[in-house]
């Protein structure tokens, strides 16, 4: 076998924390996460490349969209 199958990321303890997308100006990259309001800190969890992805975001996590917060 060549590639080794990669584990499957365990999931985030997102109890307090807020559903975001961060975006970049210059480049238009995307990446789903989520954000600790009391410290500020980002935890990076996804590549966000389209529709399909937020979807999946939010399947994964039990969140509707309304909820996710966008950030530049």
Same mark, same amino acid.
């Given at each position: 076998m060549i590639f080794k199958k990669r584990a499957?990321?365990?999931?985030?303890?997102m109890a307090g924390r807020i559903p975001t997308i961060r975006?970049?100006?210059?480049? #238009?990259?995307?990446?789903?996460g989520f954000k600790d309001p009391s410290t500020g800190r980002f935890t990076e969890v996804m590549l966000i490349r389209g529709?399909?992805?937020i979807d999946e975001f939010t399947k994964a996590? #039990?969140?509707?969209?309304?909820?996710i917060k966008r950030e530049w």
């Open positions: 499957p990321k365990p999931r985030l303890d975006s970049s100006i210059c480049t #238009g990259e995307q990446v789903a529709q399909r992805d996590y #039990g969140i509707s969209e309304s909820d």
